[in-house]
């Protein structure tokens, strides 16, 4: 069975700078989607960046990256330019491309405090 | 804008009264999920559909129950609530049919139902 750590269950930033919050996952798998969720306090979960595990190249959106490294089963999320709003829960998630699979494994979490 | 929609978005229910949670969509997606989420946890998975097909999870409880009776709508049925269902239940959608459309694979999620039990 698939699993996803996050190791991290807290994570500090001073706004403007950038921090990186870590995810390991462990699967027999070779094609998988990877994600990254932001679930703000008491708003809704939304999607922040998705990765498929065929892509060599890191996925990016705006200030958001990943660095995805298959054969270590890393996925770290690298928050550039941090803002206020960027404070929330982040879960690293993990979801097999294998037909017939619809599941998504979740990460315990990781709650992101962006001081000022 | 196509969306996830959970109602009531609060729910106070008292200890072993039946209890109704529903989700609707319009974003047409084939699978829709119902979560359990604990303060400061990981959403935790109850069922999934796949279009009709019901999927439980093995340690889901039997007081949960689930229908969905078309694309649009699911609903999640407590049948005796505990103090310990008190939580926050997420419905999420999933388009897994077709790969060209934005979004294939990805959860979209509701903004969730917070029940309270007394």
Known sequence: ?116 | DAMVIQNPRYQVTQFGKPVTLSCSQTLNHNVMYWYQQKSSQAPKLLFHYYDKDFNNEADTPDNFQSRRPNTSFCFLDIRSPGLGDAAMYLCATSNSLFPTRQGYNEQFFGPGTRLTVL
């Open chain 1, 1 to 116: 069975a698939q699993t996803v750590t996050q190791s991290q269950p807290e994570m500090s930033v001073q706004e403007a700078e950038t921090v990186t919050l870590s995810c390991t996952y462990d699967t027999s798998e070779s094609d998988y989607y990877l994600f990254w969720y932001k679930q703000p306090p008491s708003r809704q979960m939304i999607l922040v960046i998705r990765q498929e595990a065929y892509k060599q190249q890191n996925a990016t959106e705006n200030r958001f990256s990943v660095n995805f490294q298959k054969a270590a089963k890393s996925f770290s999320l690298k928050i550039s330019d941090s803002q206020l709003g960027d404070a929330a829960m982040y879960f690293c998630a993990y979801r097999s491309a294998n037909s017939g699979t619809y599941k998504y494994i979740f990460g315990t979490g990781t709650r992101l405090k962006v001081l000022a």
